[in-house]
T-cell receptor, first 111, second 114 residues
C-alpha cells in the first residue's frame, strides 16, 4: 500500500524550517527517507526502524510513531542544497520487505 | 565500490519492439530491486530479488515484463512488445540487509517508446 505524503510541495527561504509527513494504513517495519534532485537518482537520507533504531545522515532528523504508522522528516535551517523531491518509503510487516514509495514532496529553497 | 550500474542509460525504441535493461548491483549486496518512475511520481515497485530468487513481482505488472538475476549477481529487466505507456525511467537499487534495508539506486535507464 502506497504511503501518503504531505505537503505535496513547499517553498522555503534559506534558513527556514520545514516538516514533511508520511503515513500508512498498514503496520510498518520501517520508514525510509530519500531525496531526489532533478535528473538524478534518489539518495538515502534516513531509515527509522520499528523498535526505535535509526540510521542516517547526522544533519537529518526524523521521527517514527509506530502506533500511528506515521513519520516526519525535519529540515532545519534550510540551505539551497536541500532543494529536491523527498520520498518516504515503507516496509510493511515485521521484517525486511519490499520498499514502497510515496508520491513525493517537492521542496524548493530560495535565497 | 563502484555503486549500482545500469545499462543502457537511454533507449529509444518503436512500439512493439523488445527491450532489455541490465543492472549491476554493489557486489556484496544480496537484494536487488527494480522500480519504474514517471515524471512527477515516486518510484513504483516492479519486482525484487534476494540473491537469485525473485521474491515478489508487482500485481500491476503486465506479463510483458520479466526479470532475472542469474547467479545472484547482475539482473536484467526485459519488456516485450513495448507500448507507449512503458515510457519511463527504470531504476535499479540494491541493499545488503546489514542491519537495515538501505537502498542504493543506480542512475536509471530511460526508455522512450515511439
Amino acid at each position: 500500500q502506497q504511503p501518503v505524503q504531505s505537503p505535496q510541495a513547499v517553498i522555503l527561504r534559506e534558513g527556514e524550517d520545514a516538516v514533511i509527513n508520511c503515513s500508512s494504513s498498514k503496520a510498518l517495519y520501517s520508514v525510509h527517507w530519500y531525496r531526489q534532485k532533478h535528473g538524478e537518482a534518489p539518495v538515502f537520507l534516513m531509515i527509522l526502524l520499528k523498535g526505535g533504531e535509526q540510521k542516517g545522515h547526522e544533519k537529518i532528523s526524523a521521527s517514527f510513531n509506530e502506533k500511528k504508522q506515521q513519520s516526519s522528516l525535519y529540515l532545519t535551517a534550510s540551505q539551497l542544497s536541500y532543494s529536491g523531491t523527498y520520498f518516504c518509503g515503507t516496509e510493511e510487516g515485521t521484517s525486511y520487505d519490499k520498499v514502497i514509495f510515496g508520491p513525493g514532496t517537492s521542496l524548493s529553497v530560495i535565497p | 565500490d563502484t555503486g549500482v550500474s545500469q545499462d543502457p542509460r537511454h533507449k529509444i525504441t518503436k512500439r512493439g519492439q523488445n527491450v532489455t535493461f541490465r543492472c549491476d548491483p554493489i557486489s556484496e549486496h544480496n537484494r536487488l530491486y527494480w522500480y519504474r518512475q514517471t515524471l512527477g511520481q515516486g518510484p513504483e515497485f516492479l519486482t525484487y530479488f534476494q540473491n537469485e530468487a525473485q521474491l515478489e513481482k508487482s500485481r500491476l505488472l503486465s506479463d510483458r515484463f520479466s526479470a532475472e538475476r542469474p547467479k545472484g549477481s547482475f539482473s536484467t529487466l526485459e519488456i516485450q512488445r513495448t507500448e507507449q505507456g512503458d515510457s519511463a525511467m527504470y531504476l535499479c537499487a540494491s541493499s545488503d540487509l546489514n542491519g537495515a534495508n538501505v537502498l542504493t539506486f543506480g542512475a536509471g535507464s530511460r526508455l522512450t517508446v515511439l
